[in-house]
Structures are given as structure tokens and as C-alpha cells.
């Protein structure tokens, strides 16, 4: 089965930080990865697919790059609204499984 | 706009059973994979199992195999899971979450979640 490993798995930075969390996958799955946001008691969104694309909607200072298997998903200028767990969801199997990271905690200093 | 709304949560006996539904509105449900995740009080998300549009293809993780089953009704824009022999560690928040396709496959809408408490 496709493992999903995600670093760090807590973070914590002020607001205006970069933040950079990491996803590496334990078999190459080109750029089909996803990576989501989940704030206490909702339920996951989409931010980002195929590695790198803008899910609509979603503010411009999320980014994501990477392909093979290590994926990086990048806050450029962290805001209060970010304060969330981030989970990376690897996008290729067929047919789909598509298991999850164990998820990236960011906290606001 | 798409909605995902799951219902049949409660507070179960271990070995008891329990059929979660979840009722989808504002897109074409027929042609959406469909999937349930789960989280544990907590703890990460857990994908649970995965339909095909037409219900010909399920997968589940390992852990719930033989025990749950999904299933949907594409005349009633439904999705189910069925869950047996239920145990502790099944407490969760149970979503389900529609797939798409095109640039792999990932869950771009959720719904709110129902909760599952497995105790005596």
C-alpha cells in the first residue's frame, strides 16, 4: 500500500512567517497529489491538486510544488486564518485508495 | 453549489450495527466516484472505502474490510455505509466526500460529518 509521510508534524511561526510542510509518498506518483486544510471541528478543504494547482477560491499565498515523491506544500506570508491541521492525499491509485499523511499542525506564535 | 450531508451517527455497542447515509445535491451524482473517510477523535483522516460511479468497483482499507459496505443509489443521489461488527476503535467522524477525476483523483467536497461512538 502507498504510504504518505508528512514533515513536520507540528510547526509553529508568527504571522507574516513562510511556512513549508513536506509530504514524501514511498512510490513515485508523478504529480497526483492533493493537499487539504482542516480547522477544528469542520471538515477538510481542498487546497491544492495535480501538486501545484490553486483549488478556486483559495488565497494566493498557498502553494504547492513537487513531483515523484516529495511534495512540498508553501504559506508565503502565514496569516491568523491559517491556524489549522494540513494533510497531503496522494491522488494516483487505480483503482483509488488514496490514503492520507499523517497531517502537519500549524500553529500561529 | 454541491452539498454533502451525512446522517445515521449514534452512540452503538460493540458488535452492534449502524448505516450511515449521506444525501448529495447540486451536481450529477451518478457520474462522481464516492468515498467515506473517517477521523478518530483527535487523530488524521482515514479514507474508509471508495465506490465507483456505477457501483460496480468498492474498496475499502484493511481494517474495515468484511465488516462495512458501501453502496449508493444513483436514482436517489444517496450514498450508504453499512457498518457491522462494529468495535472501539471505529469511534469517529465519518465523512463522505465526493471524487474527482481528471488530474488524479482527489476529494474536492465534503460533507460535515457524522459521529460514530462505539461503546458500551
Known amino acids: 500500500d502507498m504510504q504518505m509521510t508528512q514533515s513536520p508534524s507540528f510547526v509553529s511561526a508568527s504571522v507574516g512567517d513562510r511556512v513549508t510542510i513536506t509530504c514524501r509518498a514511498s512510490?513515485?506518483?508523478?504529480?497526483?497529489l492533493a493537499w487539504f486544510q482542516q480547522k477544528p471541528g469542520k471538515a477538510p478543504k481542498l487546497l491544492i491538486y495535480?501538486?501545484?494547482s490553486l483549488q478556486s477560491g483559495v488565497p494566493s499565498r498557498f502553494s504547492g510544488s513537487g513531483s515523484g515523491t516529495d511534495f512540498s506544500l508553501t504559506i508565503s506570508s502565514l496569516q491568523p486564518e491559517d491556524s489549522a491541521t494540513y494533510y497531503c492525499q496522494q491522488a494516483n491509485s487505480s483503482p483509488p485508495g488514496l490514503s492520507f499523511g499523517g497531517g502537519t499542525k500549524v500553529e500561529i506564535k | 453549489e454541491v452539498h454533502l450531508v451525512e446522517s445515521g451517527g449514534s452512540l452503538v455497542q460493540p458488535g452492534g450495527s449502524l448505516r450511515l447515509s449521506c444525501a448529495a445535491s447540486g451536481f450529477t451524482f451518478s457520474r462522481y466516484w464516492m468515498s467515506w473517510v473517517r477521523q478518530a477523535p483527535g487523530k488524521g483522516l482515514q479514507w474508509v472505502a471508495n465506490?465507483?460511479?456505477?457501483?460496480?468497483?468498492?474498496y475499502y482499507v484493511d481494517s474495515v474490510k468484511g465488516r462495512f459496505t458501501v453502496s449508493r443509489d444513483n436514482t436517489q443521489n444517496s450514498l450508504y455505509l453499512q457498518m457491522n461488527s462494529l468495535r472501539a476503535e471505529d469511534t469517529a467522524v465519518y465523512y463522505c466526500?465526493?471524487?474527482?477525476?481528471?488530474?488524479?483523483?482527489?476529494?474536492?467536497?465534503w460533507g460535515q460529518g457524522t459521529l460514530v461512538t462505539v461503546s458500551s
Open positions: 512510490q513515485d506518483i508523478s504529480r497526483w
Open positions: 465506490i465507483k460511479q456505477d457501483g460496480s468497483e468498492r
Open positions: 495535480a501538486a501545484s
Open positions: 466526500a465526493r471524487i474527482e477525476e481528471g488530474s488524479g483523483y482527489y476529494r474536492d467536497f
